[in-house]
């Protein structure tokens, strides 16, 4: 009796006896019932690798496939990389000739993977939003999403003429708009160093261009990002947070800067908790203006008749 091993996935049920106790037995490439020993295939063709692994750590340092296809790489990372290490696989430094070989083997290969203006196009915005990624700390699938913004602004012709680092920074913001990310258009403009009215005349264009809907932001989304620069506890951030639902059921959070919305509620909640902060600490972490969390201040008061 063969060695119990996996079940076959490509035959189902056994054509003698109608089992589906099916075992493939590796060494001899066959597939076998259980039940009544029959051979249902031969020479069949292992195409899991030839190295085995039992431990996590192992089964990573043995793997050889490259990483997967992104499109935050202006080739999709389909392409190869000569490293600079000038070493062989024993550690031994290359010769001379070799070394001078290898240099000029990574300078056509570098070439051959930026040769179009399309390519170099790409390989500066990609440059550009890991800079603003890793700035802004914006989540890997949030980068992936701007990568493809982008694309299908440069395949539509929308970049031409226009600021590579603005086009950039508007498919960040709006892949954030998407995934209802909270960054506001002040933090990505004063990250991509281009001036806010810029990177906001770029975001409606690729609104209007690519027909992309956003939705409405929700502040609630933004208490925790205001709440943990400022240093408010999490019992406040519940009662902010339980605030702004309240007032979502009136109705009163349409047409409002959620993140001034956010900003009014945190401190509607510090109050009646007793927790110490200004209007003016939170109104410099929410990038609002004192009036405008003080106004919302009054709003939230009136609406919910707090007596504070």
Not at 101 to 122: A, C, G
Not at 272 to 296: D, F, H, S
Request: proline share 3%.
């Amino acid at each position: 009796m063969a060695s119990a091993g996996k079940r076959s996935e490509r035959v189902t049920n056994c054509p003698e006896c109608g089992s589906d106790n099916l075992v493939e037995d590796y060494d001899l490439g066959e597939v076998i019932c259980q039940d009544c020993g029959l051979v249902l295939s031969e020479h069949a063709m292992d195409r899991g690798p030839e190295w085995r692994a039992f431990t996590k750590e192992e089964k990573e340092e043995r793997g050889r496939v490259g990483i997967p296809i992104s499109y935050s790489i202006h080739d999709k990372g389909l392409s190869t990389v000569i490293d600079r290490v000038n070493r062989d696989a024993y550690g031994r430094q290359l010769p001379l000739a070799t070394r001078l070989e290898m240099l000029r083997l990574r300078k056509w290969q570098i070439r051959t993977r930026v040769h179009s203006s399309v390519d170099r196009n790409l390989a500066q915005a990609m440059a550009e939003l890991d800079r603003l990624t890793d700035r802004l700390h914006i989540p890997a699938p949030v980068k992936e999403r701007a990568a493809i913004i982008y694309r299908k602004a440069l395949d539509s012709g929308l970049v031409r003429g226009r600021s590579i680092v603005a086009i950039a920074a508007a498919a960040l913001y709006a892949a954030c708009r998407s995934s209802e990310t909270p960054r506001t258009l002040k933090e990505v403009a004063a990250a991509s160093r281009i001036r806010k009215k810029d990177v906001a005349r770029c975001y409606r264009l690729l609104l209007r261009e690519l027909d992309m809907r956003m939705p409405v932001e929700d502040p609630i989304r933004c208490v925790s990002k205001i709440a943990t620069k400022v240093g408010i506890t999490m019992q406040t951030q519940r009662r902010g947070i339980k605030i702004l639902k309240e007032v979502r059921k009136k109705g009163i959070v349409a047409g409002k800067d959620p993140m001034g919305l956010a900003a009014a509620a945190l401190y509607v909640a510090c109050v009646l908790e007793g927790e110490k902060k200004t209007q003016k600490e939170i109104a410099e972490v929410a990038n609002v203006t004192e009036v405008t969390v003080r106004n919302r201040y009054k709003g939230l008061k009136e609406t919910l008749k707090l007596n504070i």
